[in-house]
């Protein structure tokens, strides 16, 4: 069986909101745990991740914990970065046993072809201020001037201003499958140049919908702030969204 889930935000909406996430996360784990051949978090699992070179920021150490006591027993971890935690480095890795991945994944599981990514950044071809606005973002020379020119308090802090505004922008309107056209659009020239795709797991939009039409099949992955709705596929080869209770 392998588990998929995205936009946990975890930092976002408060403390109190914010370990109500992290307990309800960290319930997740255990459950895909005890069957999973894999696990796959598809982005924006912190609502702002930064890393310094030995630094990490303050909190989440249920989330981390978790992640570390489940790898070590063996159990493969896997993370897509999403536009809210891009800027991670080794320590998911190093410290957590996470395997990150910086960009959209192909892979076979369960006999299946499956295209894995956030979501955020498709179709950037066409929008040259989103182009350039990720340029900046992932530039390496601006991320080192932010790590050691601002004292990490403000830098934190502007941070995670930015991540809720973000969030705030781009999912607080009305949500409906209509939103999600465009990542569908992108879904359907994929299949074309890759027409061994069987399914297409995206998280980013905050609305899980389960899309089947002329033989492509999308699932959008919901985020944490209410209703939880995941992906399993089991060891047929059979995808599903589920709700976690
Ligand atoms: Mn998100």
């Not at 997740?28 to 912190?46: E, R, Y």
């Not at 340029?135 to 601006?142: D, Q």
């Not at 309107?173 to 069987?198: H, M, W």
Request: glycine share 10%.
């Amino acid at each position: 069986m392998y588990y998929f889930a995205s936009d946990v935000h975890l930092g976002a909406g408060g403390e109190q909101w914010t370990r109500h996430t992290e307990q309800r996360f960290v319930r997740w784990l255990d459950m895909a745990a005890s069957d999973a051949d894999g696990i796959f978090l598809l982005g924006d699992i912190f609502d702002f991740w930064w890393e310094y070179r030995k630094v990490v920021p303050k909190g989440f150490v249920r989330t981390f914990g978790k992640l570390a006591e489940l790898t070590d027993r063996g159990v493969k971890i896997y993370l897509i970065t999403g536009n809210h935690d891009m800027w991670a480095k080794d320590y998911l890795k190093q410290e957590c046993g996470v395997e990150v991945f910086f960009t959209p994944q192909q892979i076979k599981l369960s006999g299946k072809n499956l295209f894995l990514a956030h979501g955020d950044n498709m179709n950037v071809g066409n929008k040259p201020m989103l182009k350039l606005m990720n340029t900046g973002f992932r530039s390496p020379m601006l991320r080192t001037l932010f790590s050691w020119l601002i004292h990490p308090d403000i830098a934190m802090s502007f941070g995670q201003w930015w991540s809720g505004k973000s969030r705030k922008s781009h999912s607080g309107g009305y949500l409906c499958v209509e939103s999600l056209g465009f990542l569908i659009e992108y879904a359907k020239g994929y299949q074309k140049r890759n027409p061994q795709t069987d399914y297409i797991i995206f998280g980013h939009m905050h609305f899980a919908h389960d899309y089947e039409k002329d033989g492509l099949r999308v699932c959008f992955l919901s985020n944490w702030d209410d209703k939880v709705e995941y992906a399993v596929l089991d060891n047929e080869g059979k995808l599903s969204l589920k709700t976690f209770e």
